[in-house]
């Protein structure tokens, strides 16, 4: 009897393709259930012996509704829309694609501040109401005087530093699970506290997962301890960030501006408050995208959740420590 792989949902998707494509060709039953209801889950995912999830949330009941499944994989890179706990309850992997996208997203981080550093969507709109001068937009800062701040250092903050250091920028870093050694190695000047990272740079980017102990990680206090000159940057999850504290912020002046591509509530339920900020750039969780990115996580997941059934264990388990003990 063949094995059979499940996809939750298709997202963005236009269809199932690709997977399907996969799967049928390496031997394996595939079905796209294109649910994110729960009870259309737990219904659909009985048989599955890999589990496909885009943006569907796997909560303890689905799991529970799992009989003999081998692997989760998470079809991109948060994973906090899988309870891992209860999967790793239930002896199943899980896994996700950690190595996709990332030039996309430190392309757009990049872009994003160089369009507010240069004021290029403010001097936009200024011309798109025959205003030609650069006054208004005044300050604009030499970049090569000015350092970046990365709350996070992995492998998309260490493409964000290279892009960055080629405009003469300096880059500075705070990741507790990153060797000092890495830090001189990536030319990135170590802060030995996060309060001290964001006290001390002129563009602070967030790049860390989303934890119970990183949600919320921009608030009143992280923001007041920035300068007053600061923009804010976040391509990686939207909940690092109070979104009520910030709004609160950049109405008072505390910062000078935020670049958001991810929010706390996605999509946000409009008209959106911070768009009707001037000192705020908005892009619709766009960073990871390119014609080229899509189909590649795609075809990662699927060979990820075949690599587990097939050798035993993903690429890159999530829950190996816990499930190895």
Same mark, same amino acid.
């Given at each position: 009897m063949k094995l059979k792989i499940v996809m939750t949902d298709l997202a963005t998707f236009a269809d199932a393709g690709i997977e399907a494509g996969i799967a049928q060709e390496q031997g394996y039953d595939f079905v796209c259930l294109n649910t994110k209801d729960e009870d259309a889950l737990v219904a659909g995912v009985a048989d599955a012996d890999a589990l496909l999830v885009v943006y569907a949330t796997v909560t303890e009941k689905v799991i529970a509704a799992l009989r003999h499944c081998k692997i989760i994989v998470r079809t991109g890179i948060g994973y906090n829309n899988i309870d891992v706990d209860a999967a790793t309850r239930r002896g199943i992997m899980v896994a996700n694609v950690p190595d996709y996208c990332q030039g996309e997203v430190a392309d757009h981080t990049l872009a994003l501040l160089l369009s507010f550093a240069r004021k290029v969507t403010f001097?936009?709109? =200024?011309? #798109? #109401?025959q205003s030609w &001068?650069?006054?208004?937009?005044?300050?604009?800062? =030499?970049?090569?005087?000015? &350092?970046l701040g990365l709350y996070g250092c992995g492998s998309i903050a260490q493409a964000v530093a290279k892009r960055a250091q080629s405009f003469?920028?300096?880059?500075?870093?705070? +990741? %507790?699970?990153? %060797?000092? *050694? &890495?830090?001189?190695?990536?030319?990135?000047?170590?802060? *030995?506290? &996060? +309060?001290? $990272?964001? *006290?001390s740079c002129d563009f602070i980017s967030l790049h860390a997962p989303l934890t119970p102990?990183?949600?919320?990680?921009?608030?009143?206090?992280?923001?007041?301890?920035m300068k007053k000159s600061a923009v804010l940057i976040n391509t990686a999850r939207g909940p690092l960030i109070?979104?009520?504290?910030?709004?609160?912020? $950049?109405?008072a002046g505390v910062i000078a501006g935020a670049a958001l591509d991810v929010l706390e509530t996605e999509p946000p339920v409009f008209p959106l408050p911070l768009a009707e900020l001037d000192n705020v750039l908005l892009t619709p969780h766009a960073a990871y995208y390119s014609d080229a990115s899509e189909p590649e996580l795609r075809r990662k997941s699927? $060979?990820?959740?075949? =690599?587990a059934l097939t050798e035993g264990r993903p690429k890159f388990w999530l829950n190996r420590k816990e499930l190895e003990k």
């Open positions: 001097l936009n709109s =200024r011309i #798109k #109401k &001068s650069v006054v208004a937009a005044r300050p604009i800062p =030499r970049l090569a005087e000015t &350092s003469g920028i300096k880059v500075r870093g705070f +990741d %507790p699970y990153l %060797p000092e *050694a &890495s830090f001189a190695a990536l030319g990135i000047e170590k802060a *030995a506290h &996060s +309060d001290e $990272l964001f *006290a102990e990183t949600r919320h990680i921009i608030n009143t206090d992280t923001l007041n301890k109070n979104t009520e504290d910030l709004y609160a912020a $950049l109405k699927a $060979l990820e959740a075949i =690599r």
